[in-house]
Protein backbone atom coordinates (compact mmCIF):
# COMPACT_ATOMS: atom_id res chain seq x y z
CA UNK A 1 0.00 0.00 0.00
CA UNK A 2 3.01 2.32 0.74
CA UNK A 3 4.43 1.81 -2.80
CA UNK A 4 1.05 3.32 -4.11
CA UNK A 5 0.79 5.74 -2.07
CA UNK A 6 4.62 6.59 -3.08
CA UNK A 7 4.51 6.26 -6.82
CA UNK A 8 0.74 8.39 -6.75
CA UNK A 9 3.10 11.38 -4.96
CA UNK A 10 5.87 11.28 -7.27
CA UNK A 11 3.49 11.18 -10.16
CA UNK A 12 1.69 14.35 -8.87
CA UNK A 13 5.11 16.18 -7.65
CA UNK A 14 6.12 15.53 -11.80
CA UNK A 15 3.09 17.27 -12.80
CA UNK A 16 3.44 20.26 -11.08
CA UNK A 17 6.52 21.85 -11.71
CA UNK A 18 7.85 24.59 -9.36
CA UNK A 19 8.13 27.91 -11.46
CA UNK A 20 10.33 30.80 -10.48
CA UNK A 21 9.42 33.64 -8.53
CA UNK A 22 7.47 32.35 -6.02
CA UNK A 23 9.39 34.74 -3.69
CA UNK A 24 12.40 36.57 -4.89
CA UNK A 25 15.87 35.88 -4.95
CA UNK A 26 18.93 36.64 -2.80
CA UNK A 27 20.06 39.83 -3.92
CA UNK A 28 23.96 40.18 -5.00
CA UNK A 29 26.47 41.09 -2.43
CA UNK A 30 27.67 43.83 -4.69
CA UNK A 31 26.17 46.66 -7.37
CA UNK A 32 26.99 46.38 -10.80
CA UNK A 33 24.93 46.97 -14.10
CA UNK A 34 24.11 43.43 -14.57
CA UNK A 35 23.28 42.87 -10.81
CA UNK A 36 20.81 45.81 -11.06
CA UNK A 37 19.07 45.06 -14.29
CA UNK A 38 18.88 41.65 -12.81
CA UNK A 39 17.17 42.61 -10.27
CA UNK A 40 14.89 44.45 -12.11
CA UNK A 41 13.90 41.33 -13.92
CA UNK A 42 13.33 39.61 -10.88
CA UNK A 43 11.19 41.86 -9.30
CA UNK A 44 9.09 41.55 -12.70
CA UNK A 45 8.77 38.30 -12.59
CA UNK A 46 7.98 38.02 -8.92
CA UNK A 47 5.32 40.54 -9.95
CA UNK A 48 4.08 38.51 -12.67
CA UNK A 49 4.30 35.43 -10.75
CA UNK A 50 1.96 36.55 -8.20
CA UNK A 51 -0.39 38.98 -10.06
CA UNK A 52 -1.34 35.58 -12.50
CA UNK A 53 -0.90 33.01 -9.51
CA UNK A 54 -4.26 31.18 -9.15
CA UNK A 55 -6.58 33.00 -11.79
CA UNK A 56 -9.53 31.16 -12.71
CA UNK A 57 -11.01 31.05 -16.43
CA UNK A 58 -13.36 33.61 -15.56
CA UNK A 59 -10.67 36.08 -14.85
CA UNK A 60 -8.87 35.27 -17.65
CA UNK A 61 -11.75 36.38 -19.88
CA UNK A 62 -12.51 39.62 -17.48
CA UNK A 63 -12.04 43.14 -18.58
CA UNK A 64 -13.50 46.59 -17.65
CA UNK A 65 -15.00 47.28 -20.77
CA UNK A 66 -14.77 46.60 -24.86
CA UNK A 67 -12.00 49.22 -25.14
CA UNK A 68 -9.52 47.34 -22.62
CA UNK A 69 -7.29 44.35 -23.06
CA UNK A 70 -8.90 41.64 -20.85
CA UNK A 71 -6.75 39.64 -18.32
CA UNK A 72 -5.28 36.82 -21.00
CA UNK A 73 -4.81 39.50 -23.42
CA UNK A 74 -2.52 41.45 -20.98
CA UNK A 75 -1.21 38.18 -19.94
CA UNK A 76 0.00 37.41 -24.01
CA UNK A 77 1.33 40.96 -24.10
CA UNK A 78 3.61 40.35 -21.37
CA UNK A 79 4.82 36.96 -22.57
CA UNK A 80 5.57 38.76 -26.01
CA UNK A 81 7.16 41.48 -23.45
CA UNK A 82 9.29 38.62 -22.26
CA UNK A 83 10.86 37.45 -25.52
CA UNK A 84 11.89 40.78 -25.95
CA UNK A 85 13.74 40.38 -22.58
CA UNK A 86 15.29 37.45 -23.34
CA UNK A 87 15.95 37.71 -26.59
CA UNK A 88 18.25 40.81 -26.02
CA UNK A 89 20.05 38.45 -23.72
CA UNK A 90 20.39 36.05 -26.02
CA UNK A 91 21.46 38.42 -28.34
CA UNK A 92 18.90 36.98 -30.56
CA UNK A 93 16.65 38.55 -33.00
CA UNK A 94 12.95 39.51 -32.14
CA UNK A 95 10.74 37.45 -34.53
CA UNK A 96 7.12 36.13 -33.68
CA UNK A 97 6.61 33.37 -31.35
CA UNK A 98 3.93 31.10 -31.87
CA UNK A 99 1.49 30.67 -28.56
CA UNK A 100 -1.59 30.11 -30.31
CA UNK A 101 -1.97 26.37 -28.89
CA UNK A 102 -0.63 27.32 -25.60
CA UNK A 103 -2.78 27.19 -22.38
CA UNK A 104 -2.42 29.67 -19.86
CA UNK A 105 -0.34 27.62 -17.76
CA UNK A 106 2.18 27.15 -20.66
CA UNK A 107 2.05 31.05 -20.99
CA UNK A 108 2.25 31.37 -17.97
CA UNK A 109 5.45 29.10 -17.37
CA UNK A 110 7.77 30.06 -20.43
CA UNK A 111 6.68 33.79 -19.38
CA UNK A 112 8.28 33.13 -15.89
CA UNK A 113 11.04 30.75 -16.93
CA UNK A 114 12.02 33.76 -20.08
CA UNK A 115 12.70 36.25 -17.31
CA UNK A 116 14.70 33.84 -15.40
CA UNK A 117 16.68 32.95 -17.98
CA UNK A 118 17.20 36.88 -18.70
CA UNK A 119 17.87 37.77 -15.12
CA UNK A 120 20.32 34.70 -14.96
CA UNK A 121 22.16 36.04 -18.03
CA UNK A 122 22.37 39.62 -16.81
CA UNK A 123 23.12 38.86 -13.28
CA UNK A 124 26.04 37.05 -14.93
CA UNK A 125 27.15 40.05 -16.94
CA UNK A 126 29.97 42.59 -16.61
CA UNK A 127 28.74 44.46 -19.71
CA UNK A 128 25.35 44.56 -20.02
CA UNK A 129 25.70 47.13 -23.15
CA UNK A 130 25.93 44.01 -25.37
CA UNK A 131 22.42 43.24 -25.04
CA UNK A 132 20.89 45.06 -27.55
CA UNK A 133 16.89 44.57 -28.71
CA UNK A 134 17.43 43.19 -32.26
CA UNK A 135 14.29 44.10 -34.42
CA UNK A 136 15.40 42.75 -37.66
CA UNK A 137 18.61 44.77 -39.00
CA UNK A 138 18.01 47.47 -36.34
CA UNK A 139 19.67 47.02 -32.73
CA UNK A 140 18.56 49.31 -29.76
CA UNK A 141 20.76 50.03 -26.70
CA UNK A 142 19.90 48.38 -23.77
CA UNK A 143 18.45 51.15 -22.13
CA UNK A 144 15.57 51.10 -24.23
CA UNK A 145 15.29 47.42 -22.19
CA UNK A 146 14.68 49.24 -18.92
CA UNK A 147 12.13 51.67 -20.05
CA UNK A 148 10.56 49.85 -22.46
CA UNK A 149 9.70 45.99 -21.88
CA UNK A 150 11.13 45.90 -18.64
CA UNK A 151 8.70 48.38 -17.39
CA UNK A 152 6.11 47.73 -19.48
CA UNK A 153 5.86 44.76 -18.12
CA UNK A 154 5.46 45.87 -14.90
CA UNK A 155 3.20 47.96 -15.48
CA UNK A 156 0.88 45.52 -16.73
CA UNK A 157 1.38 43.52 -14.04
CA UNK A 158 -0.30 46.57 -12.17
CA UNK A 159 -3.11 46.06 -14.24
CA UNK A 160 -3.48 42.54 -14.19
CA UNK A 161 -3.37 42.68 -10.10
CA UNK A 162 -6.31 45.71 -10.69
CA UNK A 163 -8.75 43.71 -12.86
CA UNK A 164 -8.38 41.09 -11.09
CA UNK A 165 -9.33 42.32 -7.48
CA UNK A 166 -12.34 44.24 -9.68
CA UNK A 167 -13.17 40.48 -10.82
CA UNK A 168 -13.32 39.37 -7.40
CA UNK A 169 -10.09 37.35 -6.92
CA UNK A 170 -7.81 40.09 -5.16
CA UNK A 171 -3.75 38.85 -5.55
CA UNK A 172 -2.85 36.93 -2.06
CA UNK A 173 -2.79 39.01 0.98
CA UNK A 174 0.32 36.98 2.00
CA UNK A 175 2.50 38.80 -0.92
CA UNK A 176 4.79 41.53 0.03
CA UNK A 177 6.38 43.28 -2.33
CA UNK A 178 8.81 45.37 -0.99
CA UNK A 179 10.43 42.53 0.41
CA UNK A 180 9.97 39.97 -2.30
CA UNK A 181 8.60 37.38 -0.11
CA UNK A 182 5.34 35.37 1.18
CA UNK A 183 4.04 34.92 4.68
CA UNK A 184 3.98 31.48 5.67
Given at each position: MSIILCRGFMGMSQKKE????FELPAYADHYTAGTMAARMVDALGFRYYWATEGLREADLRFRLNEDVRSIE????H?????????NSTLKSANGNHDTS???FYDRRR?????????ADILRG?????????????R??????????PIADAIWHCGQIASLRRASGNPISSKVNHFMGTVKS
Open positions: ALPYETIDILDLSYTIVEMTQTLFNLKEASTDISQFKIIFGEQIPFWNQVNG
